[in-house]
């Protein structure tokens, strides 16, 4: 079955350290990678996504992730943390199969950066 | 950038009654739009795709006639949850696909059956 899964319920990290927030994919073909962002009482935000070429996206708010095919992994990544930055980040991924655009989701993963 | 917008944010209604969600994407038009619902603390799960001018398709699992889905126009999908009992009670998500890939989501609405 088609599954995307991140690993960590819950990361606890210090402001101003470097955090990573995991995601693995099991999807056939070349799967469509997303990174999208929960605030509290806000609607789900788009950081960034992997379709192709450059195995290292830039996004929104100074994160980037990295393509692995070979681990087929899709890390979230920021070189120094913010308290703003905490939230709930969902990975997902999308069939590569036309204009459909069904999103394939992880359960999220609640970011707590500490002061 | 792209904004989906939905009403109600927030309602309140009795067990046995209806109540209609209505998401709109305000300055684009989507030909298909999700509907999700999103238990506390928990992931998004796609009840539904909507579908300007056809049926909507339902995922597995999910009641289409007590989620009844219209695509009315290229800007208006609504979710109507007919008899609602307080298991239905969640967050109700939609979103629409944007021009490269990505998807932009509606601020939610929160379901209080009591």
């Known amino acids: 079955a088609q599954s995307v899964a991140q690993p960590e319920d819950q990361v606890n990290v210090a402001e101003g350290n470097p955090l990573t927030v995991k995601c693995t994919y099991s999807v056939s073909g070349n799967p469509y990678l997303f990174w999208y962002v929960q605030y509290p009482n806000r609607g789900l935000q788009f950081l960034l996504k992997y379709i192709t070429g450059d195995n290292l996206v830039k996004g929104s708010y100074g994160f980037e992730a990295e393509f692995n095919k070979s681990q087929t992994s899709f890390h979230l990544k920021k070189p120094s943390a913010l308290v703003s930055d905490s939230a709930l980040y969902f990975c997902a991924a999308t069939l590569n199969a036309g204009n459909n655009r069904k999103l394939i989701w992880g359960l999220g993963t609640s970011l707590a950066v500490n002061p | 950038g792209a904004v989906v917008s939905q009403h109600p944010s927030r309602v309140i209604c009795k067990s046995g009654t209806s109540v209609k969600i209505e998401c709109r994407s305000l300055?684009?038009?989507?030909?298909?739009m999700f509907w999700y619902r999103q238990f506390p603390k928990q992931s998004l799960m796609l009840m539904a795709t909507s579908n300007e001018g056809s049926k909507a398709t339902y995922e597995q699992g999910v009641e289409k006639d007590k989620f009844l889905i219209n695509h009315a126009s290229l800007t208006l999908s609504t979710l109507t949850v007919t008899s609602a009992h307080p298991e239905d009670s969640s967050f109700y998500i939609c979103s629409a696909p944007g021009l490269v890939h990505e998807q932009y989501f509606g601020p939610g609405t929160r379901l209080t059956v009591t």
């Open positions: 300055d684009f038009q989507a030909t298909t």
